[in-house]
Structures are given as C-alpha cells and as structure tokens.
C-alpha cells in the first residue's frame, strides 16, 4: 500500500474552486507509478520504471474543493507476467470542519519498462493474493482490459480537426483542441510524458467543450477507459481535440 497527501490550491481548481478533473486524475496517475515502480524494482535484475498503459472507466463521485487535502492510497491487486493492477482510492478531507469523503476510484495498469533500454518490458514480480478467487478475478480482469484494449487499437486513429466556431450549442461550436509543447517536468525518467499529464490536458480541453455548449460552471462526472497506445516524447507538441458526442438534460459526453 502507498498513499501521497496534498492540499487543494487556487491553480487546482476552476474560477468557482472545484478541483480539475485532471488535477484528480494526475495525482491518482502518480500515486499508481510509485507503488507499482517500486514492486516492480524489488526483484534483482534491470531497475525498471512503471509505465501507464491504461486506466478503466473512472468515476468522480463527490466534487473537491479549495483547500481541502487529497489523501490518495494505491494498492497493487493483480500481477501478471508483464504488467500490474493498480487500485487507487482519493479522499477529500475538510481541515477545518474534520469531514471527510471518497471522491474517486480508480483503476490502471501499468507495465514495466526498463531504465537501460525503453523498449524492453522487465517480468513483473508475482504477488501473494489472499485467496484463489481473488487472483482469479484479477485474472479476468486482466483478459477482459487486454481484448477491449486491442479492440480500441483498431477502432484507433479518427482524428478531430480544429474549425471555425459556427451556430451556437452544435456539435462544430463547441468542439475545441488544446496544442502542448512537452517540455521536462511532464516527462518521466525515460523521456516519455506522464499518462496523468496526458489525462489532465484530455480533462481541461473536455472541460472548454462543456463550458462552450452549456455557457455555465461544469465539473467532471466520470472518465471512461483510457488506452495509452504510443510514446510520447519530450520535445514533442501534443495537439489534443476534443468534441460533445452527447447530451441529456443533465449531462454531457465528450
């Protein structure tokens, strides 16, 4: 079990103090690369860095304020040969009042990519389950992520281009992209960006396209599975677009 604690600041949130989705998702990114760094370097051998291949559907069950400190705990669930299960849970905790409330949960998997040689991927150390049917529901968890993970990769590859703002509340208005230039602190040890540096720019440029249909405060509800397919280098310019692929009285997919 590893765990990280930091309070909400100004530059987390958006003009009315909710704390950015991307903001989440990035400290729960890190907290999955510590611990699942750390197993994968307790055998001897290459020294390795975890590296984030993909994350479930994650949902944002209460908001996250200003001044309240994020608590998030990542716990290793499942191993195979080459890549690991992470679970990782956000508690938001009021200072001032003591209340506290779960925010998120989260899951990813990583794999580990050795510090020598980025395109080797070390074995992964096996862990100790607590019973049989647990390592065997991370197992079908593991063949279910890597079969829906393969079926993105094909569906992979449509590409959104930036237009003019035409009629208000249409699909073309309110689509918009974001342009990164990725300099060294987003990357890790190897030179690639972080996936929750990625994750975050998804969620701020999802947050420009809800604000530009609904002209109104907006916060993150729930991410679906992201799969991370490519290296992204430092050095590199990430253009990152973004559109409304649905809405209903009270919500908005994008």
Known sequence: MSSTSRIMRPDDANIVGNVHGGTILKMIEEAGCIIGTRHCNTQSGDRCLAALARVERTDFL?????????????????TSKHSVEVQVN???????????????????WYVPLSLQNVDKIIEVPPIEYSSPEREEAGKKRYEAQKLERLEDKVRNGEIIMSVSLPEPYTVVCSQSSLIHLVGPSDC????????????????????????????????????????FHRKIKKGCVITVSGRMTFTSNKSMEI
Do not use: Q, W
Not at 62 to 73: L, N, T
Not at 90 to 108: D, F
């Open 62 to 78: 209460h908001p996250m304020f200003i001044g309240e400190v994020a608590h998030v705990s990542a716990e290793i669930t499942y």
């Open 188 to 227: 890790t040890l190897h030179g690639f960006v972080h996936g929750g540096v990625t994750m975050k720019l998804m969620d701020e440029v999802a947050g420009i396209v809800a604000a530009r249909h609904c002209k109104t405060n907006i916060v993150t509800a729930s991410v679906d599975a992201i799969n």
């Open 90 to 108: 956000v508690l938001a905790e009021n200072i001032v009042t003591g209340a506290k409330k779960v925010t998120n949960k989260a899951t990813l």
